[in-house]
């Protein structure tokens, strides 16, 4: 699973040393290969190497990339079956990379045509005529993949071609090849074409890739074109509209060779390699407020609160700790120079009580059931506090904390919150017992920086009031206090 990036505009431009005509391209070996060939023997050569198969895919070595390499060493077309977020077509995507870096093709040609396998009238005059001679184009796996996105007013026109009347009233018969303007899927032929969200294409559309997946040619305006087509052909589907609100019609899911679920990180190392892989983040965010956000997005999962059927995903808790990053940031920038002891500017080192502010910002990637309306901040905010909780039984379970609790004996109290500098806090605490080892637990270092030192004193007493040992509130200004429990 992974973040979806889009396609890199930039085209590659060929090696000098390939062949530029077809008697050079056939005197250096070049054996013509199918779509499915090619797939299946380059990940072939990836097993036999050790290579990675599937590079930035996360928490899918055991289960789902086994399914996809037995379809893609089977000749499969696939669809895969996930709820929102699983990285289906980041997976998807990965697949091009299966296809050899470059292939040779008639340049011009639309169809993306083999020079020792033309599909066209016109191409194969154009080879029978040229002979050896012909000159050839090369064409890079980058852009041998295609994709649509279903939508409801995705036309036949759009995926598979439609008559070109300029072109018929030039007088080209409508027999000809040459008066269609090809769709999206016939352009993408030797490559891989995905449909994403596949059950919101209307049921009509859908006809129109039967034969795509069983024939293999394609139908236009009624005109068979006998155009032996050479793609994968792989979708994507969310279970709930696979089965209710749209669906895929019987005849479509017969000839997909392979169905496959998805699913979200089975644990939280998963959860968090994911993130730690994906985030964007503009500021430091230690191991254990990281893991809050796992643990956090684990629990909105698994709430009976949240909708199951639309599935949390796992952008949740990616833009959860860019969140997260950008207040520690924000708190950095707002903060004076002089607040440091040494002078130097604050750094942004994100510390839990920033996790506050994602309740609210990302609660609409949240489907809550009927009954939960009005109460979605209370239910995240629960949930987040729940998370800290375990994590901070986790890592600091069992630590000698007294000298924690002791700070606020006699009615002291000590403040925090998103406006307040490392600095600030530090004095407040001075110097603690048991901070060593809490740094050491957190894996911050032996000489964490100032404001390591105070994501982790704040994190501390976070934990202690969330395990009752400490009382808290938040000021009008917008600080906390924690104090003792009378």
Partial sequence: MGRVTAPTPVIPVPPADLPGTLGALRAA?????????????NLLARMRSGE??????????????????????AGHDMVLLGERG??????????????????????????????????????????????????????????????????????VGDLIGDVDPIRIAQGRTLGDPETIHFGLVPRTNRGIFAVNELPDLAERIQVALLNVLEERDIQVRGYQLRLPLDLLLVASANPED?????????????????????HYPVDLELELALIRQEADLVAEVPEHVLEVLARFARAVRESPS?????GVSARFAIAAAETVAGAALRRAGLLAASDTPDGR?????????DAVSVTSTLRGKVEFESGEEGREIEILAHLLRTATAETFRAHLAGLDLSGFTALVEDGAAIETGELVSAAELLRQVGTVPGLAKVLDRLDLGDAPTSEEAAAAVEFVLEGLHLTRRLGKDVTDSGRTVYGGRG
């Avoid at 070049?30 to 797939?39: F, M, S």
């Avoid at 696979?242 to 998805?262: H, M, Q, S, V, W």
Wanted: hydrophobic share 35%; no cysteine.
């Fill in 242 to 262: 696979y089965t209710n609100r749209g669906r895929i019609i019987t005849p479509l899911k017969d000839r997909f060779g392979a169905e496959i679920r998805t």
């Fill in 86 to 155: 699983q990285g289906k077509t980041r997976l998807i995507r990965s697949l091009g990379a299966l296809l050899d870096e470059w292939t040779p093709v008639l340049p011009g040609s639309v169809l993306n045509e083999h020079p020792m396998h033309p599909l066209t009238p016109a191409s194969r005059a154009q080879v029978a005529e040229a002979g050896d001679e012909l000159p050839i184009g090369w064409l890079h796996r980058s852009m041998r993949y295609g994709e649509k996105l279903a939508t409801p007013d995705t036309s």
């Fill in 29 to 41: 070996g070049h054996q013509y290969r199918t779509v499915k060939q090619e797939l299946r023997d």
């Fill in 306 to 310: 949240v909708d199951p059927r639309s």
């Fill in 345 to 353: 500017p604050e750094a942004a080192v994100a510390r839990v009580g």
């Fill in 52 to 73: 990675t198969r599937f590079p930035g895919i996360v928490g899918y070595d055991d289960t789902v990339l086994p399914e996809v390499e037995r379809a893609v060493l």
